[in-house]
């Protein structure tokens, strides 16, 4: 599973920062739910 962000009106592979901190990728996946995913601006 990957995640993906939403910059510029396009969908890009997310490297786990948002602002300006660094998250761990896999327990981001593990740990958020779908609602919060999109309130990040993230898609899975």
Do not use: Y
Request: with cysteine.
């Amino acid at each position: 599973m990957a995640l993906a962000i939403l910059k510029n009106g396009a969908w890009e592979r997310w490297d786990g920062w948002l602002d300006e901190a660094r998250h761990n990728t896999l327990d981001v996946e593990r740990c958020w739910s779908p609602a919060e995913l999109e309130d990040a601006g993230l898609a899975v």
